[in-house]
């Protein structure tokens, strides 16, 4: 247990389905992170929130939609999705704060989304 | 651009030792991450350096050359448990983290 919980674990959606994915961190940090992973290659940094301000949106489509209601919650609102988006979606959570030169980042199990 | 460089994949005995390489070049260097992820599972941490040298924990060892831009990870005495995905990332100027796609280690009895 990192102390970061997602659901659902896996989802299996058509291209016309709404979903969304949710992040919990119960450690107190600040910042919050959404990542894809696929197969064989780099973990991709889609979104990340500070203190509830977006700092970050790495060239993600519109078709992903996040939504950080506190520091200790964070969702990924999924519309329209198209099968290479078939992967598994990382929640993490920092300390966070102002820039820092230690970042160590906790991360969730993960959702395995399928996207016929 | 930035880069992360490491293999894909290494075979290992249990109870040896093994190295695993990680080579970057990045926008500005903040620390050198070390995670390990086992199949299905989410990633977590195993070491962290922004000085050059090595950083020893239990079994595990982490070595950092900033001017070459290289970084391993040494196991020893390998176990059947160490089979996993090991995953080096890199703090840029922004203290982003820039991620290799990991190598994954398969350890044979």
């Known amino acids: 247990e990192t102390g970061v919980t997602q659901t659902p674990r896996h989802l299996v959606m058509g291209m016309t389905n709404k979903k969304s994915l949710k992040c919990e961190q119960h450690?107190?940090?600040?910042?919050m992170y959404w990542y894809k992973q696929s197969a064989k290659k780099p973990l991709e940094l889609m979104f990340v929130y500070n203190f509830k301000e977006q700092t970050e949106n790495n060239s993600v489509p519109s078709r992903f939609s996040p939504e950080c209601p506190n520091s200790s919650h964070l969702f990924l609102h999924l519309h329209t999705l198209q099968p290479e988006d078939s992967a598994l979606y990382l929640c993490?959570?920092?300390?966070?704060?102002?820039?820092?030169?230690?970042?160590?980042?906790?991360f969730g199990p993960g959702t395995r989304l399928t996207v016929l | 651009g930035q880069n992360i460089d490491q293999p894909t994949e290494m075979t290992a005995t249990e109870g040896a030792i093994v190295q695993i390489n990680c080579t970057y070049q990045?926008?500005?260097?903040?620390?050198l991450f070390w995670y390990q992820q086992h199949a299905g599972e989410a990633p977590t941490f195993l070491s962290y350096n922004v000085l050059d040298g090595l950083e020893e924990k239990g079994r595990f060892s982490s070595f950092l050359s900033r001017s070459k831009g290289y970084s391993y990870l040494l196991l020893k005495e390998l176990q059947m448990k160490d089979s996993a995905s090991y995953l080096c990332?890199?703090?840029?100027?922004?203290?982003?983290?820039?991620w290799g796609a990991g190598t994954k280690l398969i350890i044979k009895p």
């Open positions: 993490a959570s920092s300390q966070g704060g102002l820039l820092s030169s230690y970042n160590e980042q906790f």
């Open positions: 450690l107190g940090h600040n910042a």
């Open positions: 990045t926008s500005g260097f903040n620390g």
């Open positions: 990332a890199v703090a840029d100027s922004n203290y982003q983290l820039i």
